[in-house]
């Protein structure tokens, strides 16, 4: 409560009275003040703790703006049909300037985030509504109304603050504002004097990592019962519905008669003690009341004498959270509507209420949340729960036995019941009980099923209280149909009865699912699931304690794996089928503990994606507009996708590769203070967190050289976020003894807030010239206020001198729009802003041909998060244009580093030029982020003091929400490998015409040859060779001058995507060369041979070897993904068509360790990226091998060579 100048009212020096006691209290309370004893009237403004209130303010840089909406009740609410609004009064206004009606639902205890559309991603990815408009600055004031009533306030209308509300951390002016947890109600006083820091918490500007996950706060107790029988006979029952005791020290019951409005003076005061368990009732009767009330009463007082036209208000900490009756107001004998009144009558709450109705002077209408009994009906005190009514006297619900509504009759053949509203009286077997949802879910016996297909035998029974049923009891119900958000239920229960015991056949599901409401009619039924279920996504495994399953492995994001457009949307919409929610019964948020997997989560016990459940059993429940599995017992995850301690590395490989985003590393001010900062850790605590677990994942790559993304944009002084990191790496144990950064001359790149960077070890690799910074100064179409700008670097090998130069980029995400740029969403997969990364990706290609850091040599790798998948359109502008996809061609499909609505695929990537690729011996991810829940990173909030600790692991593991990329590079040339030994001769076959026989020839090396553009100007650089993609004739592109030197260099323009034209297919496995490389093989510049091969008539297989080649050691856990074994071409050298048949391929040992089925493929790269099953294979440790530690394999399938034809070829193994 607050009084009418906004302070709060407090109680002090209030007496318990003692049974028999008949002493009128007064003045039980002050004001702080100093108001007088008495007010004359009513005339309090107070605001409801059961209502919402707003729980976090973001006013951020640019269009990064949202509000969040906190539910404290026990009861989800549909924002549209009860009225709320949000009103933003600008410069001072005292009247709005901008209205907002809410739309959706808040679950109970939960959020709604409200944003502006162009926020930032991590905004967006938690928003339920977003609105067009900027939605406000720093001194505006904003309030949140119900029906047109204000039920909070932030800011003071009518008063104009200049820039900002408050000072420092509390500022509303770029900050970010999270209400104090101490803060159970809303403010609805608007145009008082508002200090930000009296209820809020000041945090960085652009901290959103908290968004959407406000603290949650207990279940309050409320008025269960009232009786007002004849003579003495005055009882209150209050009941607690939170899952743990409450102590009643600060709770109060006051009385108010015959319509007393001084509530400095109530009629009379009780001070409650003791506690309440959960799910328990405590009773205030008179002290002189009937045996049967004394016998349930906790607290008897001859005080407590109310009849009909007295208000009762239960106060916790001075703030009223439930009342009885009006305040006040004095009814003559009593309220009453519907048949329903307060004197003369027994009143239980309905069971549909879940919390306390705070406003006490209000209207007071009993039959909204009352049911009515007969005088003296003393049955159901002291037990809340099970004797609800709906306002009649309770019906005859018969014997066990006796003649019930069959389920399938109240559920229906549709989508919602045709029995609402209607009483019923079911007889069933209990197939879940789930007291953290007040209720359990029935089903028919298995002989009193219907017929019809479309009718469910289930049901939910909602108590509103803990149940006292259990598992397989056979129960007689009497009760209210009701359709609560969707879910079939029967509520205002006034009859469970137990009738003995049963079990029910579950209903068998598999995915994918028919259509979307293919589950209606299993709605509240016992199922299983036989097949394995994989987990596809845990991000809200924390949150709400739920995991999102599907069939047939991991699902992958569409335009991971298909062509934008139709394709990918027919994914989509087949991936939207193929997933289940597993829920942990507990509507909730941030549950302690969390149940999944057993015996609970923690980062030891970790529930990776990846990892499968079979033999799934559960109810199927529907709320918060998905269907969802409640399960029965606890479900036995196996950890199909375990952890890995380091990434594999390549043999015969010499220089490592990675690039790892780190996720908002901010370091404070250095020294160990200045937190929060603009993102990432709030405390110097959490940051200490962050810091050792990305030197942990860092250690754990130990790479020469490594590209961030997402590290605080500081600067290179000693206390920079990357001089500290690499501090602190040099302390970690790793091979490389001295890691140092690249220093690139500027105090900043870019504006952002975040930026990229290079760490490296010197003891092996040195800094060969300048690092080049790619902006819009640079080129115009590479637009630095979306996309942070690229850094590249060449550097040297120790060993060799042999040169790399690499880009470390981070391109604009998907996650705000770029309509400005009249770069919408198109609808074809690809998101927001595709165009602005396209023209970026055709910006940084061309940038990186005029040879920026003066390397003299065309070796280029390009990594980073480039925000767009393997199929979209800027991956496709690099690949066109001399860049090989190193991840697609080592892994096919199969690779991801990055899960998003539980779809997989990867944004981060390794792109190598022609040159360099057959020196990448493999590239892959280290799955040790996105696979983990998020909970287990290094935030502390929002979680238990005991989950603080164990959830957290100074570890590699949710170092970071992207999985870091690795590549294992030969840079140098390799020592000659000896000849490979064959495994049979060939016997020649008599013939009167010889057959000719195709030789094996190095892999070449491609030579770039430019494309024309009518605004390229050649280089003067040998070394500088752009590519430019075309652009439509009616939309121009501009020119712009790449400056790294005073060599011009031309500007590819990215051609945008028709929305109507398909997309011609791309390549499966390993990209074709663009028309403008032409292989050329020279023996005098080529490296030695790699593959032989020689085909022979019959069965008679000749030998085709990779002894020499790129073969990757490393041991292999069943899993989805693609091993490249070997690497090798073979060319048909003479004028006609050959066939390659029954060929023998002998492999090192080394790949082969490990006893899980595959699919042995050959791929032909150039000769239309055919895919050549070759058979199932059984690959053990057994395996034979021979004499040279080589295992053979046939190659089935016969392989045709065109006249003078090259063919490149890999040998894959395929595990899915």
Avoid at 97 to 124: E, P, Q
Avoid at 532 to 549: K, W
Avoid at 680 to 691: K, L, N, S, V, W
Wanted: hydrophobic share 40%; net charge negative; charged share 15%.
């Amino acid at each position: 409560m607050a009084d009418p100048y906004g302070a709060p009212l407090e109680r002090h020096g209030s007496a318990t009275i003692n049974p028999g006691d008949q002493t009128m209290f007064k003045c039980g309370h002050v004001l702080a003040v100093g108001l007088a004893c008495a007010l004359p009237a009513l005339n309090v403004a107070h605001a409801a703790e059961a209502e919402m209130y707003f729980s976090e303010y973001i006013e951020g840089s640019s269009n990064n703006k949202a509000l969040e909406i906190y539910n404290p009740s026990g009861s989800a609410v549909d924002l549209a049909s009860s009225g709320y609004t949000i009103e933003i009064f600008f410069n001072g206004s005292s009247t709005a300037g901008a209205s907002i009606s809410l739309l959706g639902t808040i679950a109970a205890n939960g959020v709604f985030v409200l944003a502006d559309d162009d926020a930032d991603a991590a905004i967006l990815a938690v928003a339920d509504q977003t609105v067009g408009a900027n939605l406000f600055n720093g001194d505006d004031a904003i309030s949140l109304l119900k029906n047109g009533s204000v039920i909070d306030s932030f800011g003071q209308q009518g008063q104009d603050p200049g820039s900002a509300w408050g000072s420092g951390d509390t500022a509303t002016q770029n900050r970010t504002l999270r209400r104090k947890t101490t803060v159970t109600s809303g403010d609805t006083t608007v145009d008082d004097p508002f200090e930000p820091s009296d209820e809020w918490d000041g945090f960085a500007q652009d901290s959103f990592d908290d968004l959407g996950n406000y603290a949650s706060t207990a279940a309050e107790l409320y008025f269960s019962e009232y009786i007002e029988g004849s003579s003495n006979n005055k009882a209150l029952e209050i009941f607690n519905p939170g899952p743990a005791a409450v102590d009643l020290t600060e709770y109060v019951v006051q009385t108010f008669h015959n319509g007393n409005a001084d509530l400095l003076n109530p009629t009379a005061e009780f001070d409650l003690s003791g506690s309440i368990a959960a799910g328990d009732v405590f009773v205030l009767a008179h002290s002189s009341a009937d045996a049967a009330i004394l016998a349930e009463a906790d607290l008897a007082s001859g005080a407590f004498t109310v009849n009909g036209d007295d208000a009762i208000v239960l106060f916790k900490a001075g703030a009223a959270i439930d009342a009885f009756g009006r305040v006040g107001e004095d009814p003559g004998s009593a309220w009453s509507n519907n048949g329903v009144s307060t004197a003369n009558a027994t009143l239980r709450r309905l069971a549909t209420v879940s919390s306390g109705d705070p406003l006490f002077d209000d209207a007071f209408d009993p039959s909204l949340q009352w049911a009515a009994h007969a005088q003296d009906t003393f049955d159901g005190l002291g037990n809340h729960g099970s004797d609800s009514g709906d306002g009649e006297e309770p019906i005859d619900a018969g014997a066990c036995g006796d003649p019930a509504t069959l389920i399938s009759t109240i559920q229906g053949d549709a989508g919602a019941s045709p029995e609402v509203g209607n009483t019923h009286i079911i007889e069933a077997v209990v197939v879940g009980v789930y007291p953290n949802l007040q209720g359990f879910f029935v089903q028919e016996e298995d002989t009193d099923i219907d017929t019809d297909p479309n009718t469910s035998e289930g049901l939910f029974i909602y108590q509103g209280a803990v149940p006292s049923v259990a598992r397989d009891d056979v129960v007689r119900i009497s009760g209210q149909v009701a359709e609560h958000y969707d879910l079939t239920e029967l509520t205002n229960i006034s009859l469970v009865d137990t009738c003995g015991s049963a079990t029910v056949s579950p209903a068998s599901l598999s995915l994918p699912l028919a259509s979307a409401d293919a589950l209606e009619p299993f709605e509240g039924m016992l199922v299983s699931f036989s097949q394995e279920l994989s987990v596809t996504e845990n991000y809200d495994l924390g949150r709400y304690g739920s995991v999102q399953l599907s069939s047939s492995g991991r699902l992958f994001q569409p335009t991971h794996v298909a062509e934008p457009g139709a394709a990918a949307q027919a994914i989509m919409a087949a991936n939207a089928l193929n997933v289940i929610l597993l829920d942990d019964a507990n509507s909730a948020q941030n549950p302690d503990p969390v149940i999944h997997p057993a015996p609970g989560l923690s980062a030891s016990n970790t529930l990776r994606s990846g990892d499968t459940l079979s033999g799934l059993l559960g109810v199927v429940d529907y709320s918060f507009s998905a269907y969802r599995i409640q399960p029965v017992g606890s479900p036995a995850f196996v950890q199909s996708n375990p952890r890995t301690t380091a990434p594999l590395r390549a043999s015969g490989s010499n220089l490592r590769i990675a690039s790892f985003n780190v996720l908002n590393y901010f370091n404070g001010d250095g020294a160990g203070g200045g937190f929060p900062t603009a993102r990432g850790a709030h405390t110097a605590e959490e940051f200490q967190r962050q810091h050792d677990k990305i030197i942990a994942a860092l250690a754990g790559l130990d790479a020469d050289i490594v590209g961030l993304m997402e590290i605080e944009n500081d600067g290179y002084g000693a206390a920079s976020a990357i001089a500290e990191l690499v501090a602190g790496l040099n302390l970690a144990a790793t091979s490389c003894a001295n890691y140092a950064f690249v220093d690139p001359g500027v105090a900043q790149i870019g504006s952002d807030e975040i930026a990229v960077g290079f760490i490296y070890c010197s003891d092996s690799v040195s800094l060969s010239g300048p690092a080049e910074i790619l902006d819009a100064s640079v080129d115009a179409s590479f637009i630095d206020t979306k996309n942070r700008p690229a850094l590249a670097q060449t550097f040297a090998e120790n060993s060799s001198g042999a040169k790399l130069t690499i880009a470390v980029n981070h391109l604009k995400s998907k996650g705000s729009d770029c309509d400005a740029l009249g770069d919408p969403d198109t609808g074809d997969g690809q998101g927001n802003c595709n165009q602005t990364r396209t023209d970026a990706a055709a910006a940084l290609v061309n940038w990186l041909a005029t040879d920026p850091t003066g390397s003299g040599n065309s070796d280029r790798l390009i990594i980073g998060d480039l925000n767009a998948y393997a199929k979209e359109d800027p991956i496709t502008a690099i690949t066109s244009n001399g860049y090989i996809n190193l991840l697609l061609r080592d892994h096919g499909d199969a690779a991801y580093s990055y899960i998003f609505y539980g779809q997989a695929g990867y944004l981060d990537h390794a792109l190598a030029s022609t040159s360099f690729e057959p020196k990448v011996m493999w590239a892959g991810e280290w799955h040790i982020n996105t696979d983990e829940p998020r909970v287990l990173d290094y935030n502390t909030e929002y979680k238990s003091a005991g989950q603080i600790v164990d959830f957290y692991a100074a570890d590699a593991y949710r170092a970071s929400d992207h999985d870091p990329v690795v590549v294992d590079v030969l840079l140098s040339t390799p020592a000659p490998t000896p000849s490979p030994t064959p495994v049979s001769t060939p016997s020649p076959t008599p013939s009167s015409t010889p057959i000719p026989t195709p030789t094996a020839t190095p892999l070449p090396t491609p030579s770039p040859t430019p494309l024309p553009s009518p605004t390229a100007t050649p280089s003067a650089s040998p070394s500088a060779t752009p590519v430019a993609t075309p652009t439509p004739a009616a939309t121009p592109a501009p020119t712009a001058s790449a400056t790294p030197s005073t060599t011009p260099s031309p500007v590819a323009t990215a051609t945008p995507r028709p929305s109507a034209t398909p997309t011609p297919t791309p390549v499966v496995v390993t990209p074709t060369p663009s028309p403008q490389f032409t292989p050329s093989p020279s023996p005098s510049t080529s490296p030695a041979p790699t593959a032989q091969a020689t085909p022979t008539p019959g069965p008679a297989p000749s030998t085709v070897d990779n002894s020499s080649g790129p073969l990757v050691d490393q041991q292999v856990s069943p899993g989805s993904q693609t091993i490249a074994l070997a690497r090798f071409q073979v060319q048909n050298a003479h004028d006609e068509t050959l066939s390659f048949d029954r060929q023998s391929i002998q492999l090192a040992s080394g790949a082969l360790a490990f006893g899980n089925i595959a699919r042995l493929q050959l791929i032909l790269d150039g000769n239309g990226n055919d895919q050549v099953d070759v058979g199932e294979l059984i690959l053990a440790e057994t395996t034979s091998l021979d004499s040279e530690g080589r295992a053979n394999f046939v190659l089935n399938p016969a392989m045709t060579l065109a006249p003078n034809s090259l063919v490149r070829c890999i040998l894959v193994l395929d595990f899915n």
